[in-house]
């Protein structure tokens, strides 16, 4: 099970930090990714982070604003959000990739999760 948490109401270019809180599984394990849909659009990869953290990777509008880390001995990945644009705005969720190392041309791919938490809303708005 997955529990992302931490959305909100923040202005443009204000800053958030995400949580995913898992149980029920062998945490260290798999790797843990991001996505978010925004109204009316489809589901995006945000980022990934692998078993460890010690790779990471980004979509193309995240990459130098967010940064995802984890902390295995919480069972819990963060991702951290700076810059906050009106595009950002949508529902976050965490998800569990199947495996431990996903590669650059995987770990956007929904398909390749199994299971989801019930999503945060994050809303950039002045």
């Known amino acids: 099970q997955l529990q992302a948490s931490g959305g909100g109401l923040v202005q443009p270019g204000g800053s958030l930090r995400l949580s995913c809180a898992a149980s029920g599984f062998s945490f260290n394990s798999y790797a843990i990714g991001w996505f978010r849909q925004a109204p009316g659009k489809g589901r995006e990869g945000v980022s990934c982070a692998s078993v460890s953290g010690g790779r990471t990777f980004y979509s193309g509008s995240a990459k130098g604003r967010f940064t995802v880390s984890r902390e295995n001995a919480k069972d819990t990945v963060y991702l951290q959000m700076n810059s906050l644009k009106p595009e950002d705005t949508a529902v976050y969720y965490c998800?569990?990739?199947?495996?431990?190392?996903?590669?650059?041309?995987?770990?956007?791919?929904?398909?390749?999760?199994?299971?989801w938490g019930q999503g945060t809303l994050v809303t950039v708005s002045s």
């Open positions: 998800a569990r990739f199947l495996g431990s190392h996903p590669i650059a041309g995987t770990w956007a791919n929904p398909h390749l999760y199994d299971s």
